[in-house]
C-alpha cells in the first residue's frame, strides 16, 4: 500500500514555473514507477509525465514536451513535477500516481496501469 499526498499548486501567471511534490509513504516506493496526470473540468484525465523506479527513464505527454520536467529522490521518497512556461491550458488538477510495475514503456500514459493515486493539486494559470 502506498499513500500519495500532492503539493506545490497554486495560481501563476502565464510564462511562470511552480513545482509539484508527491511525497509517498511506505518503505516501497523505490519499486514503484511514477506518474503525473492533470485534470480539467469537463475533461478527461491527460498524461503529463512518468519516471522509471530508478529515475533514469522518462516519458511525457506532447503538450508538456520541453516544458515540464519530472524527477524523483528515492531517499525522500518524493517524485517531482518542475513546470516552466506555463499557460492558461496548463489550468487543471494535477494528480500523482504510483505504478507497481516499476519500469515504464508506451502504456505508461495510460492511468488504468497505475495502482494507487494522490487527491491531486490544483494549478491554476492567469492569462
Known amino acids: 500500500q502506498v499513500q500519495l499526498v500532492e503539493s506545490g499548486g497554486g495560481l501563476v501567471q502565464a510564462g511562470g514555473s511552480l513545482r509539484l511534490s508527491c511525497a509517498a509513504s511506505g518503505r516501497t516506493f523505490s519499486s514503484y514507477a511514477m506518474g503525473w496526470f492533470r485534470q480539467a473540468p469537463g475533461k478527461e484525465r491527460e498524461f503529463v509525465a512518468a519516471?522509471?523506479?530508478?529515475?533514469?527513464?522518462?516519458y511525457y505527454g506532447d503538450s508538456v514536451k520541453g516544458r515540464f520536467t519530472i524527477s524523483r529522490d528515492n531517499a525522500k521518497n518524493t517524485v517531482y513535477l518542475e513546470m516552466n512556461s506555463l499557460k492558461p491550458e496548463d489550468t487543471a488538477g494535477y494528480y500523482c500516481a504510483a505504478d507497481r510495475k516499476g519500469t515504464i514503456d508506451r502504456y505508461s500514459g495510460n492511468p488504468d496501469e497505475y495502482d494507487y493515486w494522490g487527491q491531486g493539486t490544483q494549478v491554476t494559470v492567469s492569462s
Open positions: 519516471i522509471s523506479r530508478s529515475g533514469s527513464s522518462t
